[in-house]
């Protein structure tokens, strides 16, 4: 959600070549949370069973085709257990999607 460069470019490309994608550290080193911090949950995310901003971001990125799988990087197991909730539920369409970026935009 901070940058979409790879979004826009390197991630067609490699839904076009079938090439597996990995997202390392998707929080960008909690640059992500620093700028949500004391922000509430968009009203939709109840919807898909998002409870946290860390879901949030996940469920974003977890929900483009060409993304294969998320690796968040974290050494607390309270953590951990959060990030794996993001697995749960629907993941949002593109429609969704784009809601998503333009609400943590306007942030």
Not at 4 to 12: D, T
Request: a positive charge; glycine letters at 6%.
């Amino acid at each position: 959600l901070g940058e979409r460069e790879a979004e826009q470019r390197l991630l067609p490309l490699a839904q076009d070549n079938g090439i597996a994608v990995m997202v390392n550290r998707p929080f960008q080193r909690a640059r992500l949370f620093a700028q949500v911090k004391g922000r509430e949950l968009p009203g939709y995310a109840k919807d898909l069973g998002i409870t946290t901003w860390a879901q949030f971001f996940l469920k974003f990125i977890l929900s483009h085709p060409a993304v294969t799988c998320v690796i968040p990087a974290t050494s607390k197991a309270k953590h951990m257990r959060d990030n794996m909730q993001a697995q749960f539920g629907e993941l949002p369409d593109a429609n969704l999607r784009q809601k998503m970026w333009t609400d943590f935009q306007a942030i």
